[in-house]
């Protein structure tokens, strides 16, 4: 059964940089579309990024300039990398994964099968 495992959270300051690291556990990260979603207290979840399996990526416009994200096969992980990070990125943070082979990648989360337990991330002004 594919579990997506989280790390890299933590506190940081504003301005500061993160780096979230998601591994599809049960399988490899080049067969499945992964997405990263957020959700901060009393908020809806919200997508931040995805990366299809042939590298198209996409975006949040809420962080387009200051999110990348990126796939390691050979360690079976995919980076979400984060810098200029700001208060309103204060967030549980979640890996989802789904096997599929459509070129693009969605930040809807409904297209998402498998999800991990989620980071947090807390970004102090």
């Known amino acids: 059964q594919l579990q997506p495992v989280e790390s890299g959270g933590g506190l940081v300051q504003s301005g500061g940089s993160l780096r979230l690291s998601c591994v599809p556990s049960?399988?490899?990260?080049?067969?499945?579309?992964v997405g990263w979603f957020r959700q901060a207290p009393g908020k809806d979840r919200e997508g931040v990024s995805c990366?299809?399996?042939?590298?198209?990526?996409n975006f949040a416009d809420s962080v387009r300039g200051r999110f990348t994200i990126a796939r390691d096969n050979a360690n079976n992980t995919v980076y979400l990398q984060m810098n200029s990070l700001k208060p309103e990125d204060t967030a549980v943070y979640y890996c989802?994964?789904?096997?599929?082979?459509?070129?693009?990648?969605?930040?809807?989360?409904?297209?998402?099968?498998?999800w991990g337990q989620g980071t947090q991330v807390t970004v102090s002004s």
């Open positions: 049960g399988g490899t990260s080049d067969y499945y579309m």
């Open positions: 990366i299809s399996r042939s590298g198209y990526t």
């Open positions: 989802a994964v789904e096997r599929t082979d459509i070129r693009q990648c969605f930040l809807a989360f409904w297209r998402y099968g498998s």
